[in-house]
């Protein structure tokens, strides 16, 4: 472990807007942290909160400043700015964090080649059955390490997510911090790629973990996809060359076709008044569910909720969609500012 006299500057910073139910129990926990005071600053970086959040801040020995510009990366961006130590974490207004967190990052940063350290991050609300589904699900949204990785390309299913990542500020500056063109979902992930195109080393540790309050009803589940699917193409369109942006280019080509084949299917078997297209389509649906079915058959049948294993494919197949029309929407959108322009 590092020992105190070795401990390097931590600034902490916090993106929030309107978090006045959870920005309480983050702040208590940031204030049990284990860390040398001298060497640790904590930065609230708010996004115009209307709810009563900005009170609750004021009450904390914390630094809130104003968010500058327009979106998450901005807010990150601007936390920078304000702060000043050598190593860089951020985590959400709607997490809470163990007393060693910030411990378990700097010991990653003892190797001079690491820029930047992610951990996991699982609900703490077991009760909850949305929030048991996103820790088990397939299709996933945090991070699905669950041993010590270290690479410098990021891995498909194996990356950190802002609500639990850290930087070293002289990576960071190579690679000209947080893209704020990249406004919904990835904008977190493109500065780690970068990151390793540099040659600096990403580190994922399991043993940096937090817990996180997700989307507590399926409406905003599916609107949080729908956002995540709109960065998919912004980051497509603003960084081509990038591992994410093919990755999601292929995904949205694929649903984008799939969804097209199906829907000239079912109007062929309406003007054909013919079953053969509609049980083409029933029968894809069918094995693609079935598939989904046997990765949730081991967690359903061990933890005694059958129910899950139709439960968990109808929520993947929702999530997908709305990440494919968030996507899509983001095209036509960007597309049509060009046009007019």
């Known amino acids: 472990m590092v020992q105190a006299g070795e401990l390097p500057s931590l600034s902490i910073i916090v993106p929030v807007m309107n978090m006045v139910r ?20 904590i930065i609230i970086v708010d996004g115009n909160s209307r709810d009563g959040t900005r009170e609750i801040i004021e009450e904390y020995p914390v630094t809130l400043v104003q968010q500058e510009g327009r979106g998450l990366n901005a807010a990150r961006n ?6 000043s130590g050598d190593i860089i974490a951020y985590t959400d207004g709607d997490c809470v964090v163990p007393r060693d967190w910030a411990k378990a990052i700097v010991e990653n940063f003892r190797d001079p080649s690491v820029g930047v350290v992610g951990g996991i991050m699982e609900g703490y609300d077991k009760s909850d059955l949305l929030s048991n589904y996103i820790d088990e699900t397939f299709f996933q949204v945090t991070p699905g390490f669950r041993y010590r990785i270290e690479t410098t390309d990021l891995r498909l299913m194996q990356f950190p997510a802002g609500a639990n990542m850290a930087f070293r500020r002289s990576a960071l500056a190579r690679v000209s911090f947080f893209d704020e063109n990249i406004t919904y979902g990835f904008d977190d992930l493109q500065p ?3 990151l390793g195109f ?9 043993s940096v973990n937090i817990r996180h309050q997700h989307r507590s009803n399926i409406w905003a589940l599916m609107k949080q996809h729908f956002n ?9 369109i603003h960084k081509r060359t990038s591992l994410l942006a093919s990755w999601f280019a292929s995904y949205l080509i694929f649903t984008m076709s799939a969804l097209g084949i199906f829907t000239f299917l079912l109007y062929l078997g309406i003007r054909l008044r013919h079953p053969m297209p509609f049980n ?28 899950k294993l139709f439960a968990y494919p109808v929520l993947d197949i929702l999530r997908g969609f709305a990440f494919t029309c968030g996507g899509v929407y983001q095209l036509f959108k960007s597309l049509s500012k060009r046009v007019i322009r």
């Open 22 to 41: 959870t920005i309480g129990d983050l702040l208590e926990s940031l204030m049990d942290i284990d860390y040398d005071k001298d060497k640790l600053e």
């Open 78 to 83: 601007t936390g920078i700015k304000y702060s």
């Open 192 to 194: 780690v790629e970068a």
């Open 198 to 206: 540099k040659g600096f080393r990403i580190v994922l540790d399991p």
């Open 228 to 236: 995540y699917g709109r960065g998919g193409t912004l980051l497509v």
């Open 280 to 307: 083409i389509v029933l029968g894809s649906f069918g094995i693609f569910t079935s598939f989904i079915m046997i990765y949730y058959l081991p967690i359903s049948v061990l933890g005694g909720k059958i129910w």
